[in-house]
């Protein structure tokens, strides 16, 4: 019975944290799809008027704007809305209910706020510690929200060690942190933390999973492929060296070579030469863009996203082709071929040509024939001889065979080269996808949300700052060390979890510190650290499987940016139900009081003293007993707490 409570505590806590407050335009959306955007969205425009994102309402249709920002009586869209409307919306079935015309209602009034997407000028001398500031109080003062109070210096070591190392403070870490009086600590801290191996691996984890999904779960792809350690070898030397995020880009789509850039070429490989698969992983993780909706039609939601930048996507893509070669696999590409045709729903059939979001990209006129003089590394003499044994359109066969070569071939005129230049060096959402990412690492929500939602429909919370954040990031060379050590010397980053006045703001305010939970890896090394084991120089945790533990958690907790957290009861059960824990759990023992054995046990887990209702069941529970199992029960309860579970 009492492991059922703590199960369902955690639960409706967990809940509560999931549910606090839908964001206006996130609960009017909702509104729209369900009633509206079949008939004023995707491939009707019933009346001019689309009603898929804030850009294209506001512009409104035949009958004028659909929305007067900030005065819902004065929009038609409201006006319609009523069953007694001449014109009255929807025009069949049960009108809309009370709560949907007060979400359409609510997030007119907040237009006003959030439709001003000009840039303003900052001047030269701000650093950008005081920019962030600047635009955030800005739109405090717009929303008339009080900020919480600043957090205290234990909490302020406890949540980033969780960000930076995927874990929490030992208790000797948390001793010299707090012993420290140096008034730069916390910048230090920062500054420390960005050095130590075990934030280069802690990244190397995250950016693998965002990239090629959960290890575990790429039986089909990686696994096949004998996928090694050099993948995430890869990602350690980027973050260790901080390598430039546009150089890490370019080696991800193999438009730069070199020994640096050894194991990036898993990426690409990875995908087996399933180039739509490539570019649906593609677009969200470089690029903060969802494109597989426009895969059969143009994007029923996004108006920017069309069908044709689907398929120019995928054929910037098909040239490419998993390569074994003597120094391992490589991806190379060919000089011609590639074609790629897309049917529309009104039935044409059309060429996929080199499209892309911000205008289509040429290419040199193509020759028939595929010959060693259109190549900087030409592919063997055995490739040429084969060409007419594996048809270019042959797709199948190529994802099942990978071709063995002295080199992987590179041709004069790359495709993925020329995606390089477009995506990264010249679109402005490259470096604002990237941005608003580590946003959501540092603050546990992006100014975007979802995080790979940067499109019209999903307007960003501060317009003006991720814009200013962007051209900031490029401008530093894209430097992902000095933009974290940035976002954590602000104000915001240090705010309190408690909302001032008992009054939870909106989230997209950043006036309080957002409650989300830990990953799979930072859970799983937490709970080391909790229980009583220390990583040694490197991080490492002496005697554990790292692996093995690290992939079972993964499968529990496989959200990295989860839209709304939901808890789910396997989340409880693995708690309860887990021999793993017995593994992980290791009680001091000893001859201690239950007295000090309590405070230890707090100190070790939540890096705090028990208050005193705490301390009288912790010892009533541990008794004079010295009993292990005891201990270790004590430990367990504090671990499985949502106190523990998330980040605060």
């Not at 995927?166 to 933390?193: N, Y």
């Amino acid at each position: 019975m009492r492991c059922l409570r703590l199960l369902f505590g955690f639960l409706l806590f967990a809940s509560a944290v999931a549910v606090r407050g839908q964001e206006p335009w996130e609960a009017a959306q909702g509104v729209l799809h369900q009633h509206c955007t079949k008939c004023h969205g995707g491939v009707k425009h019933k009346g001019g008027l689309d009603l898929r994102a804030v850009e294209t309402i506001l512009r409104g249709g035949d009958a004028g704007p659909a929305v007067i920002a900030g005065d819902p009586d004065a929009s038609l869209l409201v006006a319609v809305l009523d069953p007694d409307s001449d014109t009255r919306m929807p025009p069949k079935g049960k009108p809309l209910t009370k709560v949907e015309k007060e979400r359409i209602r609510d997030w007119i009034e907040s237009l006003s706020a959030v439709v001003k997407t000009e840039r303003l000028d900052v001047p030269s001398e701000m650093s950008a510690v005081t920019a962030i500031d600047f635009f955030i109080a800005k739109r405090w003062a717009e929303q008339s929200v009080q900020p919480s109070m600043p957090v205290n210096d234990a909490e302020f070591l406890r949540r980033t060690s969780l960000i930076l190392l995927g874990r929490i403070p030992t208790p000797s870490e948390r001793r010299a942190f707090l012993a420290e009086t140096r008034s730069s600590k916390r910048s230090a801290l920062v500054e420390q933390l960005l050095g130590h191996p075990e934030f280069a691996r802690h990244f190397a984890e995250v950016f693998d999973a965002i990239f090629l999904g959960r290890r575990h779960g790429l039986t089909g792809r990686a696994r096949a492929l004998k996928r090694g350690d050099d993948w995430h070898r890869y990602w350690h030397r980027v973050f260790q060296q901080n390598r430039p995020w546009n150089v890490v880009a370019r080696e991800l789509l193999g438009s730069t070579r070199g020994e640096d850039a050894e194991g990036a070429q898993w990426y690409l490989a990875a995908h087996r030469d399933d180039h739509e698969a490539l570019v649906r992983s593609l677009a969200p993780t470089l690029l903060g863009k969802q494109i597989a909706c426009a895969q059969c039609h143009n994007h029923p939601l996004v108006p920017e996203i069309e069908q044709r930048h689907y398929w120019g996507l995928v054929a910037f893509f098909t040239r490419s082709f998993n390569v074994e070669t003597p120094q391992g696999l490589r991806v190379g590409e060919r000089a011609v071929g590639g074609d790629l045709k897309f049917s529309t729903l009104e039935g044409g059939s059309h060429p996929a040509t080199l499209a892309f979001f911000s205008g289509d990209v040429s290419e040199p006129t193509e020759t028939l024939s595929d010959t060693p003089e259109l190549y900087h590394v030409p592919p063997s003499a055995a490739y040429f001889d084969n060409l007419e044994k594996r048809p270019d359109n042959d797709a199948k066969k190529k994802r099942k065979d990978t071709v063995k070569m002295d080199a992987a071939p590179v041709p004069q005129f790359s495709r993925r080269e020329a995606f390089a230049e477009v995506a990264i060096e010249a679109y402005p959402d490259f470096a604002k996808a990237m941005v608003n990412r580590l946003w959501a690492m540092v603050f546990g929500r992006g100014l975007v949300h979802p995080v790979d939602h940067l499109d019209s429909v999903h307007p960003p919370s501060h317009p003006e700052l991720l814009e200013w954040l962007g051209d900031h990031f490029a401008a530093s060379g894209y430097d992902v060390h000095a933009f974290v050590r940035t976002l954590m010397a602000t104000k915001a980053y240090a705010l309190s979890s408690l909302p001032a006045g008992g009054k939870r703001p909106p989230a997209e305010s950043f006036a309080c510190w957002l409650v989300t939970p830990m990953g799979a890896e930072t859970l799983y090394r937490s709970m080391l650290v909790a229980g009583g084991r220390v990583p040694d120089a490197q991080g490492r945790f002496e005697g554990m499987d790292d692996e093995r533990f690290r992939h079972a958690f993964a499968r529990v907790y496989p959200d990295l940016f989860p839209e709304i957290y939901s808890p789910q009861v396997g989340e409880g059960l693995f708690f309860s139900n887990n021999a793993m824990l017995e593994e992980i759990i290791v009680p001091a023992g000893g001859r201690g009081s239950s007295t000090d054995t309590v405070e230890a046990a707090f100190q070790q887990v939540h890096g705090r003293s028990p208050d005193t209702e705490e301390r009288e069941a912790a010892e009533a529970f541990l008794g004079s007993s010295e009993e292990l199992s005891r201990q270790r029960a004590l430990l367990w309860a504090l671990i499985t707490s949502a106190e523990f579970r998330f980040i605060h």
